[in-house]
């Protein structure tokens, strides 16, 4: 029965045994060769750990399959989220999204809601007025999650003279200081998770929200149907999943001019907004100020890691790796003399086949080292120990990107098309310091990364820079990075009070029409 086999495929995978999944998936399609679900869900696991050896094979075959569904009108057995990380081509993943978007608006139509009314469309600000935007986050992730280590002190930093902040939690407590972070610091704070998705978006719209944001996305825990039901004037689509929802309901994506370049916009579904230097938050300078302390820095032999070696890193989840890459690294490691690659088991099922993969290349054992995941604090600063960060193109370090600077290690990052590979290359430039870590192709990349590692002067003298930056640099500036955030939504709302469509526009930090209407 090829539907058992990939349910217990499902099952092992959710609970991470890869292998039992990835053997329960081949036995569903030799029971079942045309079984789209199964041969998108195998891909996917086989993305996990690494197992490459009939990728190009399985891409065609997934392509092939997705093309013939979205003809059809059926919903693509690829998800969004992982489409991101995916070779495929930009407007195909544009296409998924759209799928899955429609998908939501036929979830939200059998709540048979009639349409909601909005608040009226009144500048803020002027003509005896003197009132609030009204801003809705709605979020499964306020938790123990990249989502709230990063945008945790953002609810509570809002000016409060001209922006009420309204926190719709999809998911209950869970007790972490990161929870407790966002609720007493947030002006208010709603756990919806027991209420039904036409309920929650009932309370939006009685709470008069002007600008609903959107931090899930394509991930799991979302709830897009509430914004398919359309509760609040302006919908955005921010940080949560780094691509296109391709959703006709949601009106703009809040990005940055290098992450989505105007060139680029045939992509998007959103109208895009350009914040100044980087769209992607941190909460480091509140939160991971001790990881600075000179008194409490790691040592490498804490991590058994070679003192006498140059040692590149790359802490990324094993998923966002590919054989192209690989082949890089390992070029890499063979042009730099008493070199090695520091990686994670992220899964640890991924390690056995990286080595074997490295073995292949001409590489020593010994230039691969595994560590296992670590809590945010540790990673933070053991991230120092290693000399260079090696990004992945397909999908960029983000919420890793971050914290490999914030830590004072400089990278080294390939941005191509889709938004996902080009976040890391943004966070660089925030820095200052950023030019110098971004290749424009795979060749240059390479020889990025062996000049610095052979020049250590040169090196040095970057991450020396780098550090310096942190304190004064926008990247890790939150507060600056709000005010900007706040300007852009009331550009929303002054085009919408004036009566015009949503349309692309960049913020400037000099915004004169902020907060009030021109």
């Given at each position: 029965?090829?539907?058992a086999?990939?349910?217990?495929a499902?099952?092992?995978?959710?609970?991470?045994?890869?292998?039992?999944?990835?053997?329960?998936?081949?036995?569903?399609?030799m029971?079942?060769?045309?079984?789209?679900?199964?041969?998108?869900?195998?891909?996917?696991?086989?993305?996990c750990?690494?197992?490459?050896?009939?990728?190009?094979?399985l891409?065609?075959e997934?392509?092939?399959?997705?093309?013939?569904?979205?003809?059809m009108s059926?919903?693509p057995?690829?998800?969004?989220?992982?489409?991101?990380?995916?070779?495929?081509d930009?407007?195909?993943?544009?296409?998924?999204s759209?799928?899955?978007?429609?998908?939501?608006?036929?979830?939200?139509?059998?709540?048979?809601?009639?349409?909601?009314?909005?608040p009226s469309?009144?500048?803020?600000?002027?003509?005896?007025r003197?009132?609030?935007?009204r801003?809705?986050?709605?979020?499964?992730?306020?938790?123990n999650?990249?989502?709230?280590?990063?945008?945790?002190s953002?609810?509570?930093?809002?000016?409060?003279?001209?922006?009420?902040v309204?926190?719709?939690?999809?998911?209950?407590?869970?007790?972490?200081?990161?929870?407790?972070?966002i609720?007493?610091?947030?002006?208010?704070?709603l756990?919806?998770?027991?209420?039904?998705?036409?309920?929650?978006?009932?309370?939006?719209?009685?709470?008069?929200?002007?600008?609903?944001?959107?931090?899930?996305?394509y991930?799991?825990g979302?709830?897009?149907?509430?914004?398919?039901m359309?509760?609040?004037?302006?919908l955005?689509?921010?940080?949560?999943f780094?691509?296109?929802?391709?959703?006709?309901?949601?009106?703009?994506?809040?990005?940055?001019?290098?992450?989505s370049?105007?060139?680029?916009?045939?992509?998007?579904?959103?109208?895009?907004?350009?914040?100044?230097?980087?769209?992607f938050?941190n909460?480091?300078?509140?939160?991971?100020?001790?990881?600075l302390?000179p008194?409490?820095?790691?040592?490498?032999?804490?991590?058994?890691?070679?003192?006498?070696?140059f040692?590149f890193?790359?802490?990324?989840?094993?998923?966002?790796?590919?054989p192209?890459?690989?082949?890089?690294?390992c070029?890499?490691?063979?042009?730099?003399?008493?070199s090695?690659?520091?990686?994670l088991r992220?899964?640890?099922?991924?390690?056995?086949?990286?080595?074997?993969?490295?073995?292949?290349?001409?590489?020593?054992?010994?230039?691969?080292?595994?560590?296992?995941?670590?809590m945010?604090?540790?990673?933070i600063?053991?991230?120092a120990l290693?000399?260079?960060?090696?990004?992945?193109p397909?999908?960029?370090?983000?919420t890793?990107?971050?914290?490999?600077?914030?830590?004072?290690?400089?990278?080294?990052?390939?941005?191509?098309?889709?938004?996902?590979?080009?976040?890391?290359?943004?966070?660089?430039?925030?820095?200052?310091?950023?030019?110098?870590m971004?290749?424009?192709?795979?060749?240059?990349?390479?020889?990025?990364a062996?000049?610095?590692?052979?020049?250590r002067?040169?090196?040095q003298?970057?991450?020396?820079?780098?550090?310096?930056?942190?304190?004064?640099c926008?990247l890790?500036d939150?507060?600056?990075?709000?005010?900007?955030?706040?300007?852009?939504?009331?550009?929303?709302?002054?085009?919408?009070?004036?009566?015009?469509?949503?349309?692309?526009?960049?913020?400037?930090?000099?915004?004169?029409?902020?907060?009030?209407?021109?």
């Amino acid at each position: 029965m090829a539907e058992a086999h990939a349910n217990l495929a499902l099952a092992y995978k959710d609970s991470g045994h890869m292998e039992a999944a990835i053997k329960s998936y081949k036995q569903a399609l030799m029971l079942r060769p045309d079984f789209p679900e199964v041969t998108c869900n195998l891909l996917h696991t086989l993305q996990c750990v690494c197992n490459w050896d009939d990728r190009k094979k399985l891409f065609i075959e997934v392509e092939g399959i997705l093309r013939r569904q979205i003809k059809m009108s059926a919903i693509p057995s690829v998800q969004p989220f992982h489409a991101i990380a995916y070779p495929l081509d930009p407007m195909l993943a544009l296409e998924i999204s759209r799928k899955y978007a429609a998908h939501c608006s036929v979830i939200a139509s059998r709540y048979s809601l009639p349409p909601f009314r909005h608040p009226s469309p009144l500048p803020i600000k002027g003509e005896g007025r003197n009132g609030r935007l009204r801003v809705g986050y709605v979020s499964s992730d306020f938790g123990n999650h990249p989502l709230s280590h990063l945008m945790g002190s953002v609810f509570g930093m809002h000016d409060r003279g001209n922006v009420e902040v309204f926190c719709y939690a999809l998911s209950p407590n869970d007790g972490t200081e990161w929870r407790l972070r966002i609720q007493s610091e947030a002006e208010h704070f709603l756990d919806v998770s027991p209420m039904s998705s036409d309920m929650i978006a009932r309370l939006i719209n009685e709470d008069q929200i002007q600008i609903l944001i959107n931090l899930n996305g394509y991930t799991k825990g979302a709830r897009n149907e509430i914004f398919a039901m359309q509760p609040a004037p302006i919908l955005v689509s921010y940080m949560g999943f780094p691509g296109t929802t391709g959703a006709t309901y949601i009106h703009y994506l809040v990005t940055d001019e290098f992450v989505s370049p105007m060139q680029y916009s045939l992509i998007y579904s959103e109208k895009l907004v350009h914040l100044p230097h980087c769209y992607f938050v941190n909460d480091y300078k509140q939160k991971n100020q001790d990881v600075l302390d000179p008194n409490c820095q790691h040592k490498r032999s804490d991590y058994g890691l070679p003192e006498d070696k140059f040692i590149f890193a790359c802490f990324n989840q094993l998923y966002k790796m590919d054989p192209e890459i690989f082949i890089t690294w390992c070029n890499i490691l063979k042009r730099v003399p008493n070199s090695a690659l520091w990686l994670l088991r992220f899964p640890a099922a991924g390690e056995m086949r990286l080595r074997a993969y490295a073995a292949a290349q001409g590489v020593q054992r010994d230039q691969i080292i595994f560590t296992d995941v670590a809590m945010k604090q540790e990673h933070i600063r053991r991230s120092a120990l290693a000399d260079l960060f090696l990004d992945t193109p397909l999908c960029n370090a983000h919420t890793t990107g971050t914290d490999i600077l914030w830590a004072g290690l400089p990278m080294v990052t390939l941005p191509l098309e889709k938004m996902a590979t080009r976040v890391a290359g943004s966070l660089c430039l925030a820095t200052g310091v950023g030019e110098e870590m971004i290749a424009s192709g795979m060749k240059e990349y390479e020889e990025k990364a062996v000049s610095l590692a052979l020049n250590r002067t040169k090196l040095q003298d970057l991450t020396n820079r780098l550090k310096a930056a942190r304190l004064t640099c926008p990247l890790f500036d939150t507060a600056r990075w709000v005010r900007n955030l706040e300007r852009s939504y009331f550009k929303m709302w002054n085009l919408y009070c004036s009566g015009q469509h949503p349309q692309p526009f960049k913020v400037n930090e000099s915004d004169s029409e902020f907060p009030f209407d021109r």
